[in-house]
């Protein structure tokens, strides 16, 4: 299972519509800016049977500068965030359950 980049997203959309992936690319190039600009304003961008896109304060937390061993402060920050909808979540768990295969973890290499 590999990833798929923006040109392989363009390309598929571009095959199964019949548009030309120079309107796609432009279309695809401009909802992401738009989410980028929703988030600025720190907007929700809510896609119903999708997700949502939003904005969480993690809090500031120590940490390890790992050249030196030095703790630092991390300090507190706004962080991107997807919550995917009970609609791709059924349909998500609907494909592992027909035989599609999970991507091996380090987790999964470390229980073994």
């Known amino acids: 299972m590999s990833n798929i980049t923006k040109q392989d997203l ?3 959309v571009a095959r199964s519509t019949g548009f030309i992936q120079l309107d796609i690319k432009s279309t695809v ?5 738009q989410i980028g600009k ?15 896109f ?3 304060v993690r809090k500031s937390r120590p940490a390890r ?4 061993g030095e703790e630092v ?5 706004l ?15 609907s ?12 987790i999964d290499k470390n229980i073994s």
Do not use: C, M, W
């Not at 190039?29 to 800016?33: A, D, Y």
């Open 38 to 52: 929703s988030l600025d304003l720190n907007s929700n961008i809510e896609i119903r049977g999708f997700g949502t």
């Open 73 to 77: 402060i991390l300090p507190e920050r």
């Open 65 to 68: 500068n790992l050249r030196t």
């Open 95 to 106: 494909s592992i359950s027909h035989g599609v295969k999970l991507p091996s973890t380090t």
């Open 29 to 33: 190039e401009e909802l992401l800016k």
């Open 79 to 93: 962080v991107p965030v997807f919550k995917y909808s009970a609609t791709l979540r059924k349909r998500i768990s």
């Open 54 to 56: 939003s904005l969480r």
């Open 10 to 12: 363009i390309q598929e």
